[in-house]
Every structure is written in C-alpha cells, then in structure tokens.
C-alpha cells in the first residue's frame, strides 16, 4: 500500500471502528409482559418482547404536539375549565346538554383547532361503562356548546370534552376535560363489566384483536380485523378522517385514552385489517369503543381489554 492510500484509507478504519463501537453499547428497551387475564391464547397475549418499544419513538404521529395524554379526570388543565351548564340529566328521553371551555380569565373560549374533522368531541360514559355516547355538539356565538344526547339510563356518568384550544399567540393545546353527571330516576343498577375477550361483535360483525400483552404506560400496536360471515369486511367508509375511531375508559376511575389510528381513508374500500397507537396509562380492566362506518351506518363495538 502507498503512503498516500494509507492516508486516505485511515479516516474510513477510524469512523468503521466508531459505529462498531456505538452499535456495541446502544440499549433497547421493549415492552414485554406476562399475558393478559382472561384474553386467553390469542396472538394478544404473546410475550414477545415489541418492536415498537415502551416510548414513542419509532410510532407515526406519536410524540406530536397535538396528542393529548393525559388521563382526562380533571375539570381544569392548563387555564381551561370545562363548565357544564348542569351535572343532573333526565334519563329515559332525548335531551341536551350544553356546557362551555372557559379560559383562565372566566371568558367562554371560541376558538378551537381541528381534531379529526370536528372542533369538539363530546363523550358521555355511564360509570359501568356500559353506556357510551360519541356527540360532536354545535357551538354558538357565545361559546356555548350543545350535544344532542339520546335516552339516558338512570346511574352516575361522566361527560368529557376533547378539543384543541387555540390562544391569541396561535398556541394550540390538546386537551381531555371531564366533570361528573347524575341521571336520577328509578333503580340505578350496575352492570358487571363483560370479562377481557379477544373478539367482540355488533351488528353482524366480528371484530377480533391482536397484539402483543398490554402493559400501562407503554405504547403498543393493537390490530383489530373486523369480518361478516366469515369473510374480510372491506368496505369500510370514512369516518372522522380515518377508517376507525377507539377510545378507552379505565374501570373504576374511568380515565379517559384516546388510540390513535394509522393511516388516512382513502375511499370507500378499508378494512380489513385497523392498526392502532395504543398507550394506557394504567393498569387493570379498560373497555374499549370501536367506531366504524359502513354503507352510511354508524356501527360501536365495544371489548374488554386487561392491562397489566
């Protein structure tokens, strides 16, 4: 070899030497877990460590500004409070149920960021979690908001609100705010949780999970193939900018998780197959609503997940 090859041959041996070394001593931190309770042998109950890992890396739109993650239990986060114009609901007919998002000086906030479509999800949630409502209510020139919710059964809820706040500097702040309610009116009976289960179905549909075993706190791919028949559905229709819209309620506190969806809708041809940004923030039993849309019909599938 020449003087000068050596020359030129050294930097390339040097940064060779260097990746080697980094490569040697970086870590990789995966979730991992023992098996869901009462989800059986479903591939959902895999210990294998994931791929995806326990932070927010590596997962498309995770870790952006406009995800909220906190658990949605609190009434003020941040200067703004979610005011309900009342906490006591009829039960047993329509009605509504107006409310607003005031800012730290008291005034009405009016100016909300898109979130999926809509400037402002609404959730009602019986405090079994049996009832659900999903409302995108209608604001008017003073702030104040309207959903338009179906018949109540008499019991303890809790109505959420998720949007994103826009100051005067332009600043946008997601945010999941809560109060609890009360529907009065005959023998407020609870409904014993429906046990974890790797499949669910609405409607004539089947929709089963699979995943990896949950662990709180860490994020997690959860699949949900939906079939009719026996046969892939794959027909499904847009529904607030994607194919499918999940939440989660924790049993108990009922803390609030919003899973997001990859991938946009593009046309009238998803499914089967739904994969989803899964992070819960704790552990134990979480009932989970599956929103999907077929042939301009609105379909909520509900499951039972167990988190450890």
Request: proline share 6%; aromatic share 8%.
């Amino acid at each position: 070899m020449t003087r000068i090859t050596r020359i030129l041959a050294l930097p390339l041996l040097v940064a060779a030497v260097l990746i080697a070394t980094a490569c040697g001593n970086s870590t990789n931190t995966t979730s991992s877990g023992t098996g869901m309770p009462g989800m059986g042998t479903s591939p959902m109950m895999s210990s294998a460590p994931s791929p995806m890992g326990s932070g927010m890396a590596g997962m498309p739109g995770m870790g952006d500004s406009d995800m909220y993650t906190g658990t949605g239990l609190a009434a003020t986060v941040s200067g703004f409070t979610f005011t309900p114009a009342t906490t006591t609901l009829a039960s047993g007919k329509k009605t509504s149920f107006r409310f607003a998002i005031r800012d730290s000086t008291g005034m009405a906030l009016k100016d909300f960021a898109d979130d999926q479509t809509k400037l402002m999800h609404f959730y009602l949630v019986r405090s079994d979690l049996t009832g659900f409502q999903h409302i995108h209510p209608t604001m008017a020139g003073d702030g104040t908001w309207t959903a338009a919710l179906a018949p109540l059964q008499a019991g303890t809820w809790r109505a959420y609100a998720s949007f994103i706040a826009k100051d005067m500097s332009g600043k946008q702040t997601p945010l999941v705010l809560s109060a609890p309610l009360r529907v009065p009116g005959g023998m407020a009976m609870t409904t014993t949780l429906p046990k974890a289960a790797p499949s669910t179905e609405v409607d004539g549909y089947t929709l089963k999970m699979s995943g990896e075993a949950m662990m709180a706190s860490m994020t997690h791919a959860l699949t949900v193939t939906i079939t009719r028949g026996g046969k892939p559905v794959t027909d499904l229709q847009p529904y607030l900018d994607t194919y499918a819209h999940l939440t989660a309620f924790h049993q108990g506190d009922m803390a609030f998780a919003h899973l997001h969806p990859q991938g946009e809708a593009m046309g009238d041809h998803g499914g089967p197959t739904l994969t989803f940004q899964a992070v819960l923030a704790k552990a134990g039993n979480w009932r989970l609503f599956l929103q999907f849309q077929t042939g301009g019909t609105l379909h909520t599938a509900a499951i039972t997940v167990t988190v450890g």
